[in-house]
């Protein structure tokens, strides 16, 4: 069987991915890796960590013209000038993660895959306030206006209506026809990808779904919403308040949870997952996923992370 290749951004160079990817690469992985990162740095890193790593060291121009097989681990190297093998997250990273992202996306736009992980990004110093996040950023590379977030696992998966943003923003981003958009993505993804119609629980904005205000977000935007996507046959319930949805017997009646702010439903499922999740954008024109965890600068060179969550993303692409 042939199996498209993976590509992976490695993303920033000052955090535990290569750990992971060190871990990941020894386990039976069936699609080709298209690994876009700098040759020096992942050398430095290995000889830190006393890993070894072999790799096939290629061309983005020839990907595009010559469609020849590949190896287990092929490398496209992006320039980093950085001589040791850990360093602090800064700004200086910006230009290095920006180019593999345009390499990465290049390869996407002329068919050598469609599947993408990036690994952890520092949002604070990459992103510098214009986007909420990667899945943003990579939205607009990519001119596509409606797409979503999802933290998966095969138990229960959750989906923030509005992502990485501060909480004093959230009540004026909460739209119905964003609602309606993020349930209509996430079916069809669900049907194509599973072959599953999904079962959607929504959460309320408000705690227990009311207010003192006398406009109420749930009563006037969540809750007519929801009736007019149930009367288009979508399964889905809600809103319901955020503090028992996850409860035991209320989550198992779900495939996923849309909640209406980033924390109110990824602080659950981390608790109940940990490591096991992983990030998964849909809406782009390819399958985006990363780890669902950030650059960890405290656990630099310690080689004690988890790689649990790398392994599934790949794992997850791995068809």
């Known amino acids: 069987m042939n ?20 871990k990941v690469i020894k386990k039976k992985i069936k699609s080709p890796i298209i690994l876009i990162t700098s040759k020096k740095l992942l050398l430095n890193q290995a000889k830190f960590l006393k890993k070894k790593v072999s790799f096939n060291l290629i061309h983005e121009s020839s990907l595009i013209k010559q469609r020849k097989k590949l190896k287990k681990i092929n490398l496209i190297n992006v320039d980093f000038k950085q001589s040791q093998a850990f360093c602090k997250i800064t700004s200086k990273s910006n230009n290095y ?43 607009n590379k990519t001119n596509t206006k409606k797409f979503a977030m999802i933290i998966y696992n095969k138990k229960l998966s959750v989906c923030p209506l509005t992502t990485h943003l501060p909480i004093k923003n959230v009540s004026r981003k909460i739209k119905k026809q964003e609602i309606f958009n993020k349930v209509k993505l996430i079916d069809n993804f669900w049907k194509k990808k599973f072959n599953k119609n999904i079962k959607i629980g929504v959460t309320g904005l408000n705690p227990h779904c009311e207010s003192i205000d006398d406009f109420n977000e749930d009563k006037k935007i969540i809750m007519p919403t929801i009736k007019k996507l149930k009367k288009l046959k979508y399964n889905i319930e809600g809103p319901f308040a955020a503090d028992t949805i996850f409860l035991k017997n209320n989550r198992k ?38 780890p ?28």
Request: charged share 20%.
């Open 97 to 139: 993660i920006s180019s593999s992202f345009d390499i990465a996306i290049n390869l996407l736009k002329n068919n050598v895959s469609n599947k993408l992980i990036n690994g952890p990004i520092s949002k604070k110093t990459f992103l510098k306030n214009k986007f909420n996040g990667i899945t943003e950023y990579l939205a």
């Open 253 to 290: 009646k779900f495939d996923l949870i849309i909640g209406m702010y980033h924390d109110q439903v990824l602080a659950p499922i981390k608790t109940l997952f940990e490591y096991d999740a992983i990030n998964i954008t849909i809406g782009l024109p390819f399958i985006r996923v990363s």
């Open 292 to 319: 669902d965890h950030g650059p960890n600068e405290a656990m630099l060179g310690k080689n004690k992370s988890n790689y649990l969550s790398l392994f599934n993303s790949i794992k997850f692409l791995d068809f």
């Open 3 to 22: 199996y498209k290749p993976i590509i992976i951004v490695s993303g920033e160079p000052n955090s535990i991915f290569f750990e992971l990817f060190f």
